[in-house]
T-cell receptor
Framework: QKEVEQNSGPLSVPEGAIASLNCTYSDRGSQSFFWYRQYSGKSPELIMFIYSNGDKEDGRFTAQLNKASQYVSLLIRDSQPSDSATYLCAVKVPLGSGYALNFGKGTSLLVTP | DAGVIQSPRHEVTEMGQEVTLRCKPISGHDYLFWYRQTMMRGLELLIYFNNNVPIDDSGMPEDRFSAKMPNASFSTLKIQPSEPRDSAVYFC????????????FGDGTRLSIL
């Protein structure tokens, strides 16, 4: 079983702080990693993807990848109440003759005003 | 551009009835995925198609579930007969082939089996 692990939370941070969301994965062959945000009652929406070791920044979001440690993280700077949602880590893995996404169960983030 | 379109958005039916969920992927995408999401198990992959061909259905829970993709713009997920434990949100997603391309999700179908 190829696992993607996330703390379920809730992770509570004050408005304006940095929120740090973490994810570990078990399949060393994984090549691409995705962060999705899911508001309650809505579908997952893509925030960022990363496939090279190091950091990737997009606005207030930074994804960090360490393949040696099998670790992916998402940092949200200047957190806003509108960032309150569940964040899903997903790892692209070979499945059959193609690829599929293996999702973690998500971390619930609450940004308090 | 239109995203992934699913119908119906909500379905409430009685145990034993047949349920059919529908999905139209984003035009040009050659992968289509069906997921089920519950609080207990999170987001689970049921089956996926590549160029309309089912590639892996190892996530389909049992023979009561079936999926088809008769053409590049339409797929169905059918449950027959339905049971209360099938109650969940079912998502369809599509993507391009390249390994770095993300999946785009539809709005989901919230299914309740009474």
């Amino acid at each position: 079983q190829k696992e993607v692990e996330q703390n379920s939370g809730p992770l509570s941070v004050p408005e304006g702080a940095i929120a740090s969301l973490n994810c570990t994965y078990s399949d060393r062959g994984s090549q691409s990693f995705f962060w999705y945000r899911q508001y309650s009652g809505k579908s997952p929406e893509l925030i960022m993807f990363i496939y090279s070791n190091g950091d990737k920044e997009d606005g207030r979001f930074t994804a960090q990848l360490n393949k040696a440690s099998q670790y992916v993280s998402l940092l949200i700077r200047d957190s806003q109440p509108s960032d309150s949602a569940t964040y899903l880590c997903a790892v692209k893995v070979p499945l059959g003759s193609g690829y599929a996404l293996n999702f973690g169960k998500g971390t619930s983030l609450l940004v308090t005003p | 551009d239109a995203g992934v379109i699913q119908s119906p958005r909500h379905e409430v039916t009685e145990m034993g009835q047949e349920v059919t969920l529908r999905c139209k992927p984003i035009s040009g995408h050659d992968y289509l995925f069906w997921y089920r999401q519950t609080m207990m198990r999170g987001l689970e992959l049921l089956i996926y198609f590549n160029n309309n061909v089912p590639i892996d259905d190892s996530g389909m829970p049992e023979d009561r579930f079936s999926a088809k993709m008769p053409n590049a713009s339409f797929s169905t997920l059918k449950i027959q007969p339905s049971e209360p434990r099938d109650s969940a949100v079912y998502f369809c997603a599509s993507s391009f082939t390249r390994v770095d391309q993300p999946q785009h999700f539809g709005d989901g179908t919230r299914l309740s089996i009474l």
